[in-house]
């Protein structure tokens, strides 16, 4: 086999024809990717190599039908595959090294295309290329190079043409490559068996393996598809042969046959490796479970298709890869699709389109496009969103809602790190069998108007069973356990004994706790009416009862440089008032965790008159994470405090702001400690026992949780004459931040027992190129793309004839 494979290579290597594919191959690779705008790597802004190895299969489409063309028709043509037959060689020796030389003469063409790898990563401007996932995109491109081949090699046994071998293998391949995802698209196969025609196709195994996520079963499809046709291959030259060694006309179907009942048993049983440098394609154990649970179809449509800026493009690519990965652990049970909505829309129908979707809680986005410095910018709007449904239910996801939003590129980065929960969570949502019920607490002056109507409404009611609790009510003697959670938002009476006795032991049992409070009484109506307020303690007399979950809320205010704006009356001009926009220390605009999902990659948190929490405070079992926190530079004023807006006359002094990370929000879980333990009557724990069936708890049955946020102006909105804003939105600057998301990822956590929210805490790391570089540099490295790859063809052919000639000459 070595003999024939040799034989091959110098036959390739001898011509000009084998050196002018490579070279076609090369250049044609090298324009697409650093020349043509529509692919070019350099424009996109991005460190990675995606691009080339989405058009490499195309590519090569042509280049491997060139090299194996010739390998077996014109042996036929010829007549030296008689004299090939008196060799003691086997037809599948013979087959084998034509095969094999054909094979490397294919991974030679690869070969200099590692210089795109190792220009792109010079050109990175932070993050570096990703290694891992290049290398096995790298390995996908090579098995497909190496399925090509041996459909290439086959279709070479079948003529003694070599044109007509040309275009049977070109044919074939573009036939196995798409011919099965194309059939898969139709209407009759929708949300039945697509997924499986797809399968059997090349190109969803490449676009597997060629993530960076090598799969055992994908490497066997590769396998089988390659041993199929070179046994095709072996049992088409029998009729070539002069004399029969063993009848082999019906071997091949027996072949076909082992290799799907192969691949049907690795489709059970297999193991995948993601070499990502994030493991980005490794999907959580919840993520696994609650897909691998479906018992029925789920289908998402998904908006975020047409004509695209390269950051929104990425995020459409990771999406479908994502629910690609979603559909193969859900064996088939998730459909999804890309829509573009706008399509053929009057400007009418789009405004009513935006008006529906902004309902649902997506949120269209304008992007302002400008092709190269100096140019004209444009603007188009699109959908980053989608909707899952299932059954007669559906679940909006807003793609970039909550994502950290510093710039454009990481707002796109943080959002592919939420892809995968935002979906789970989705489908959580839709398929879940029973709702949990959430209670919202009134009794001591809770709002229940039009300031807390997105809480209630867009956000309680959206995703759980609301009932309205009232803690001050006797006829409740005991908080019934059916509530997954409670929620206490900015009380503006003290709490008696009886009352923190049900919330006490509500906790012990089981229960979990939301608690958005107001420590003082700073409210904006009275600052706005007076141009000043005094801020002063409001008296809920809670302090006992958060010693006792190991926190302290402060009797102070929280100021920091990272704030929201206001506008303020800065002068008239006439009798019009000219207002100013200035950035208001007292609405600082908090961070949340590093490191866990409640509020990990989210866009900053909108905050009013927010108190610091003293966390020192000495609780045993308990476990406690900052989950809100406000910037580096940042203080605290001791009340009573005036408030006035005569201090924005004069800019802050950041060398009063020395203090970093107050924290404003707080999780302690564990077991917790009764604060009436010894304090309560016998008569009154028999009671609780007997008559409520709740016997009094002095230490928890269970781990609770409980959640601490030292500003109930997190959860409500705001009201103007045209009705309530969004949660979150600051109506100065037109803005919404992350405050809606906050809560939701907090009561998820509390009552959510899927465990779907630990997604959230995947990160990628954001890999740019140097814009700057590529900019004053691009005709350098699109002369190394281009240039040299074909150089280095060039001279590897001049050093084998060279030393071929001298070799020759002794």
Same mark, same amino acid.
């Given at each position: 086999?070595?003999?024939?494979?040799?034989?091959?290579?110098?036959?390739? *290597?001898?011509?000009?024809?084998?050196?002018?594919?490579?070279?076609?191959?090369?250049?044609?690779?090298?324009?697409?990717?650093?020349?043509?705008?529509?692919?070019?790597?350099?424009?996109?802004?991005?460190?990675?190599?995606? !691009?080339?190895?989405?058009?490499?299969?195309?590519?090569?489409?042509?280049?491997? @039908?060139?090299?194996?063309?010739?390998?077996?028709?014109?042996?036929?043509?010829?007549?030296?595959?008689?004299?090939?037959?008196?060799? +003691?060689?086997?037809?599948?020796?013979?087959?084998?090294?034509?095969? #094999?030389?054909?094979?490397?003469?294919?991974?030679?063409?690869?070969?200099?295309?590692?210089?795109?790898?190792?220009?792109?990563?010079?050109?990175?401007?932070?993050?570096?290329?990703?290694?891992?996932?290049?290398? /096995?995109?790298?390995?996908?491109?090579?098995?497909?190079?190496?399925?090509?081949?041996?459909?290439?090699?086959?279709?070479?046994?079948?003529?003694?043409?070599?044109?007509?071998?040309?275009?049977?293998?070109?044919?074939?391949?573009?036939?196995?490559?798409?011919? *099965?995802?194309?059939?898969?698209?139709?209407?009759?196969?929708?949300?039945?068996?697509?997924?499986?025609? &797809?399968?059997?196709?090349?190109?969803?195994?490449?676009?597997?393996?060629?993530?960076?996520?090598?799969?055992?079963?994908?490497?066997?499809?590769?396998?089988?598809?390659?041993?199929?046709?070179?046994?095709?291959?072996?049992?088409? %030259?029998? !009729?070539?042969?002069?004399?029969?060694?063993?009848?082999?006309?019906?071997?091949?179907?027996?072949?076909?046959?082992?290799?799907?009942?192969?691949?049907?048993?690795?489709?059970?049983?297999?193991?995948?490796?993601?070499?990502?440098?994030?493991?980005?394609?490794?999907?959580?154990?919840?993520?696994?479970?609650?897909?691998? $649970?479906?018992?029925?179809?789920?289908?998402?449509?998904?908006?975020?298709?047409?004509?695209?800026?390269? $950051?929104?493009?990425?995020?459409?690519?990771?999406?479908?890869? #994502?629910?690609?990965?979603?559909?193969?652990?859900?064996?088939?049970?998730?459909?999804?699709?890309?829509?573009?909505?706008?399509? &053929?829309?009057?400007?009418?129908?789009?405004?009513?389109?935006?008006?529906?979707?902004?309902?649902?809680?997506?949120? +269209?986005?304008?992007?302002?496009?400008?092709?190269?410095?100096?140019? &004209?910018?444009?603007?188009?709007?699109?959908?980053?969103?989608?909707?899952?449904?299932?059954?007669?239910?559906?679940?909006?996801?807003?793609?970039?809602?909550?994502?950290?939003?510093?710039?454009?590129?990481?707002?796109?980065?943080?959002?592919?790190?939420?892809?995968?929960?935002?979906?789970?969570?989705?489908?959580?949502?839709?398929?879940?069998?029973?709702?949990?019920?959430? /209670?919202?607490?009134?009794?001591?002056?809770?709002?229940?108007?039009?300031?807390?109507?997105?809480?209630?409404?867009?956000?309680?009611?959206?995703?759980?069973?609301?009932?309205?609790?009232?803690?001050?009510?006797?006829?409740?003697?005991?908080?019934?356990?059916?509530?997954?959670?409670?929620?206490?938002?900015?009380?503006?009476?003290?709490?008696?004994?009886?009352?923190?006795?049900? %919330?006490?032991?509500?906790?012990?049992?089981?229960?979990?706790?939301?608690?958005?409070?107001?420590?003082?009484?700073?409210?904006?109506?009275?600052?706005?009416?007076?141009?000043?307020?005094?801020?002063?303690?409001? /008296?809920?007399? %809670?302090?006992?009862?958060?010693?006792?979950? $190991?926190?302290?809320?402060?009797?102070?205010?929280?100021?920091?440089?990272?704030?929201?704006?206001?506008?303020?009356?800065?002068?008239?001009?006439?009798?019009?008032?000219?207002?100013? #926009?200035?950035?208001?220390?007292?609405?600082?605009?908090?961070?949340?965790?590093?490191?866990?999902?409640?509020?990990?990659?989210?866009?900053?948190?909108?905050?009013?008159?927010?108190?610091?929490?003293?966390?020192?405070? !000495?609780?045993?079992?308990?476990?406690?994470?900052?989950?809100?926190?406000?910037?580096?530079?940042?203080?605290?004023?001791?009340?009573?405090?005036?408030?006035?807006?005569?201090?924005?006359?004069?800019?802050?002094?950041?060398?009063?702001?020395?203090?970093?990370?107050?924290?404003?929000?707080?999780?302690?879980?564990?077991?917790?400690?009764?604060?009436?333990?010894?304090?309560?009557?016998?008569?009154?724990?028999?009671?609780?026992?007997?008559?409520?069936?709740?016997?009094?708890?002095?230490?928890?049955?269970?781990?609770?949780?409980?959640?601490?946020?030292?500003?109930?102006?997190?959860?409500?909105?705001?009201?103007?004459?045209?009705?309530?804003?969004?949660? /979150?939105?600051?109506?100065?600057?037109?803005?919404?931040?992350?405050?809606?998301?906050?809560?939701?990822?907090? #009561?998820?956590?509390?009552?959510? @027992?899927?465990?779907? %929210?630990?997604?959230?805490?995947?990160?990628?790391?954001?890999?740019?190129?140097?814009?700057?570089?590529?900019?004053?540099?691009?005709?350098?490295?699109?002369?190394?793309?281009?240039?040299? @790859?074909?150089?280095?063809?060039?001279?590897?052919?001049?050093?084998?004839?060279?030393?071929? !000639?001298?070799?020759?000459?002794?």
């Amino acid at each position: 086999m070595w003999a024939v494979c040799k034989k091959e290579l110098r036959q390739f *290597f001898s011509s000009l024809t084998g050196y002018i594919a490579i070279l076609v191959f090369l250049l044609l690779n090298g324009l697409l990717l650093f020349v043509f705008p529509d692919t070019d790597i350099l424009a996109n802004g991005y460190a990675t190599l995606d !691009k080339f190895f989405e058009l490499a299969p195309w590519v090569l489409l042509l280049l491997i @039908p060139a090299i194996t063309m010739r390998s077996l028709s014109d042996e036929f043509r010829a007549g030296t595959f008689e004299l090939l037959q008196t060799r +003691p060689l086997r037809r599948s020796q013979v087959v084998g090294g034509k095969y #094999l030389a054909s094979l490397l003469v294919a991974a030679i063409a690869l070969l200099p295309t590692l210089i795109y790898f190792l220009s792109i990563n010079r050109l990175s401007a932070q993050g570096g290329i990703d290694t891992g996932g290049t290398a /096995g995109s790298y390995i996908g491109l090579f098995f497909l190079a190496a399925v090509f081949t041996a459909i290439g090699v086959c279709c070479s046994s079948f003529t003694n043409n070599a044109v007509v071998a040309f275009i049977g293998a070109a044919f074939v391949c573009f036939l196995i490559y798409s011919g *099965f995802t194309a059939i898969s698209r139709l209407p009759v196969f929708a949300a039945g068996a697509d997924y499986y025609i &797809e399968m059997l196709g090349i190109d969803f195994h490449y676009r597997s393996i060629s993530r960076g996520v090598v799969d055992s079963r994908d490497l066997l499809y590769f396998i089988a598809v390659i041993l199929f046709f070179l046994v095709l291959t072996e049992n088409n %030259l029998s !009729k070539h042969q002069l004399t029969a060694r063993g009848s082999s006309r019906f071997r091949w179907i027996g072949w076909l046959g082992a290799l799907v009942v192969l691949n049907l048993l690795a489709s059970q049983f297999h193991y995948r490796l993601d070499l990502t440098e994030e493991k980005r394609y490794t999907l959580s154990a919840p993520t696994k479970k609650l897909l691998g $649970g479906l018992d029925d179809a789920v289908d998402i449509e998904i908006f975020l298709k047409g004509d695209l800026k390269a $950051g929104a493009k990425k995020l459409a690519k990771s999406t479908r890869e #994502l629910l690609e990965e979603f559909g193969e652990y859900g064996k088939g049970k998730v459909e999804f699709r890309f829509t573009d909505p706008l399509t &053929e829309l009057s400007d009418s129908a789009k405004a009513q389109l935006f008006d529906s979707l902004q309902r649902m809680g997506i949120q +269209p986005k304008t992007e302002v496009v400008q092709s190269k410095k100096g140019e &004209e910018q444009t603007s188009r709007t699109i959908i980053p969103g989608a909707i899952v449904h299932y059954r007669d239910r559906s679940f909006p996801v807003d793609l970039l809602k909550g994502a950290s939003q510093s710039d454009e590129a990481n707002l796109y980065n943080n959002a592919e790190a939420l892809l995968e929960y935002k979906f789970a969570n989705a489908i959580d949502k839709v398929t879940q069998r029973s709702i949990p019920v959430v /209670g919202y607490v009134s009794g001591n002056g809770e709002p229940l108007d039009m300031r807390v109507y997105d809480l209630i409404q867009n956000t309680l009611k959206k995703e759980y069973a609301l009932k309205i609790l009232p803690l001050d009510n006797d006829s409740i003697p005991v908080i019934p356990p059916f509530f997954k959670a409670l929620i206490i938002v900015k009380p503006l009476t003290k709490f008696t004994d009886r009352e923190k006795l049900k %919330l006490d032991q509500y906790l012990l049992h089981g229960g979990n706790l939301v608690w958005m409070i107001d420590n003082l009484y700073a409210e904006m109506d009275s600052l706005r009416m007076d141009k000043e307020t005094t801020a002063y303690d409001r /008296g809920l007399e %809670l302090e006992d009862l958060f010693f006792k979950y $190991g926190v302290r809320v402060e009797q102070e205010l929280v100021e920091d440089l990272q704030c929201a704006g206001i506008n303020i009356i800065v002068g008239m001009q006439g009798d019009k008032p000219q207002f100013s #926009l200035l950035n208001w220390p007292y609405f600082p605009l908090l961070q949340g965790s590093l490191t866990h999902p409640v509020s990990k990659n989210l866009d900053p948190v909108y905050s009013k008159f927010a108190n610091p929490i003293d966390t020192a405070v !000495k609780a045993p079992g308990i476990r406690k994470t900052i989950l809100l926190q406000t910037s580096a530079h940042a203080k605290v004023t001791g009340t009573p405090a005036i408030i006035s807006f005569e201090s924005l006359k004069k800019a802050p002094d950041p060398a009063l702001f020395t203090r970093s990370n107050i924290p404003v929000a707080v999780l302690l879980e564990g077991v917790f400690s009764s604060l009436y333990a010894n304090r309560i009557s016998t008569g009154m724990a028999d009671t609780m026992a007997r008559l409520y069936n709740s016997p009094f708890l002095a230490k928890g049955e269970k781990e609770g949780k409980v959640i601490v946020c030292a500003d109930a102006d997190i959860v409500m909105n705001e009201v103007t004459p045209r009705g309530p804003l969004p949660m /979150g939105m600051n109506k100065d600057i037109e803005y919404t931040f992350s405050n809606q998301t906050f809560l939701e990822n907090s #009561l998820d956590y509390l009552v959510n @027992p899927s465990g779907i %929210l630990e997604t959230r805490s995947k990160d990628l790391t954001l890999r740019l190129l140097d814009t700057k570089k590529v900019e004053e540099d691009r005709p350098f490295w699109q002369f190394i793309n281009i240039v040299l @790859p074909a150089l280095l063809v060039i001279a590897g052919g001049w050093l084998y004839q060279f030393l071929r !000639k001298k070799k020759y000459q002794r």
